[in-house]
C-alpha cells in the first residue's frame, strides 16, 4: 500500500521532472486531486507527543518512588 504522502511525491515527481500538468499528473499516478491538496492536520501528530508526555511522567513518578 502506497501512502497519501508517497502519491503526493510522486506527481510533485511528474510535474517537474516529466513536464506534466497538474490533472493528468494525478490522473497517472492514480490519487484524486483533493487526496493530494489535503494538508494532514495536527491531530495526527498529538499520540507521539502525548506518547512522549507519557514516557517522561513515568520515569519521573518511578524515580520518586
Do not use: W, Y
Request: aromatic residues 4%; positive net charge.
Amino acid at each position: 500500500m502506497v501512502t497519501p504522502d508517497a502519491k503526493r511525491n510522486a506527481v510533485a515527481h511528474a510535474r517537474e521532472c516529466h513536464g506534466l500538468s497538474e490533472r493528468p499528473a494525478f490522473d497517472l499516478i492514480g490519487i484524486a486531486r483533493r487526496v493530494a491538496r489535503h494538508q494532514p492536520s495536527r491531530a495526527t501528530a498529538e499520540p507521539v507527543m502525548l506518547g512522549c508526555m507519557l514516557c517522561s511522567t513515568s520515569r519521573t513518578f518511578s524515580s520518586a518512588l
